[in-house]
């Protein structure tokens, strides 16, 4: 495994701040498994994260959530944080370091517009990585509008993408 990746530049999800139970296991993942580069941290209790040197794309904290259960699958909150990658060959590179690492997924989907993996933080929280599909490749209906549907996404496929 690379242990010097680091998220493409044109990575975009907006902004996000997680409640997170334990700070260092936070990091591990979004830092050290996904490639986030570490802005600030704010002693040890939050760290701010983002791709392409950005002030911040996810802040982490444990102002209100140190040593906490992991977030439950039946409560309100958040239901997934999306992060897009500019192409399907950053999709399959991801993909095969959470192969390499045993990180578990919890789905993955082809939806006609996109390509996308699903798993959990170590906290709970739904996590999906994703590529869209250029739009003229989008499916549509007679009537013209987005024709989205969830298969399941060929992950030997999404491989050949490394070759």
Known sequence: MNEN?????????GHVHLKVADLNRA?????DLLGFEVTMMYGS??????????HHHIGLN??????SPPASKDGVGLYHTAILYPTRKDLAII???????????TGASNHGVSEALYLDDP???????????PKELWPTNDKGSI?????????????????
Not at 5 to 13: A, E, L, N
Not at 123 to 133: C, I, P, S
């Open 5 to 13: 990746y680091v998220i493409p530049s044109q990575t975009r999800i």
């Open 27 to 31: 990091l591990e993942f979004y830092r």
């Open 45 to 54: 209790q939050a760290a701010f994260i983002s791709a392409g040197g950005y």
């Open 62 to 67: 444990t102002w209100h959530s140190k040593g």
């Open 95 to 105: 993909y095969d370091r959470l192969r390499r690492a045993y990180y578990p997924l």
């Open 123 to 133: 906290d709970g929280n739904g996590v999906e990585l994703y590529w869209d599909r």
């Open 147 to 163: 024709d989205m549907f969830t298969k399941p996404l060929d992950m030997e496929n999404l491989l050949q993408e490394l070759i």
